[in-house]
């Protein structure tokens, strides 16, 4: 069980284009997912939280217009990154979870997408 | 911002040893977890141990955690070939943010055969 997938695993674009990244919890209703980013050989970076029906909360340095999150159903949640340039390509990886509501909690990750933006 | 640090931030080693990895961070935490990553994969959870406990097991995993010092270590013994990958631990509760996770800059664990 809690499993999380998404979709593309690897996207190459060209600069100046959008591109769209899906996460979806396959088998459990997820109120919360976040967005990560992560560098080469560099930790993760929490990017935004995602509520099921309401704005999603940035973190400080991250542009709301640039990187656009839907959380439109318990099961999926939208990362759109607009007019992207080089230096947006990255590793792109949610996590979801149950919260609120819990205590001690886990996240449970997807697989990651590698942007590439030529 | 980040806020656990591990060190080593390298660490290479021989199959069947024990392989140690520290964590430490700067404010108060409700929860502390260890993941494991893969290359170019996702975090796979492996341990979440609470404020109030002080070390726990898994398996082959041992995770202590000290909140006088703010840090927390992960042991894997009898290490395999298949434990190489980069170990990354994430607290949650700084800052009032009960269920954000900050991660540490994680220990890349190679694991010779």
């Known amino acids: 069980g809690a499993v999380v997938s998404q979709h593309p695993s690897r996207v190459i674009c060209k600069s100046g284009t959008s591109v769209k990244i899906e996460c979806r919890s396959l088998?459990?209703?997820?109120?919360?997912m976040f967005w990560y980013r992560q560098f080469p050989k560099q930790s993760l970076m929490l990017m935004a939280t995602s509520n099921e029906g309401s704005k999603a909360t940035y973190e400080q340095g991250v542009e709301k217009d640039k990187f656009l999150i839907n959380h439109a159903s318990l099961t999926l949640s939208t990362l759109t990154v607009t007019s992207a340039h080089p230096e947006d390509s990255s590793f792109y990886i949610c996590?979801?979870?149950?919260?609120?509501?819990?205590?001690?909690?886990?996240?449970?990750f997807g697989p990651g997408t590698r942007l590439t933006v030529t | 911002s980040q806020q656990g640090e591990e060190d080593p931030q390298a660490l290479s080693i021989q199959e069947g040893e024990n392989a140690t990895m520290n964590c430490s961070y700067k404010t108060s935490i409700n929860n502390l977890q260890w993941y494991r990553q893969n290359s170019g994969r996702g975090l796979v959870h492996l341990i979440l141990i609470r404020s109030n406990e002080r070390e726990k097991h898994s398996g082959r995993l041992r995770v202590t955690l000290d909140t006088s010092k703010k840090s927390s270590s992960l042991l894997i013994t009898a290490s395999r070939a298949a434990d190489t990958a980069s170990y990354f631990c994430a607290t949650d509760g700084s800052g009032g943010s009960n269920y954000k996770l900050t991660f540490g800059k994680g220990t890349l664990l190679t694991v010779n055969p």
């Open positions: 088998d459990f209703q997820a109120t919360t």
């Open positions: 996590s979801a979870t149950t919260l609120p509501g819990t205590d001690a909690y886990e996240q449970y």
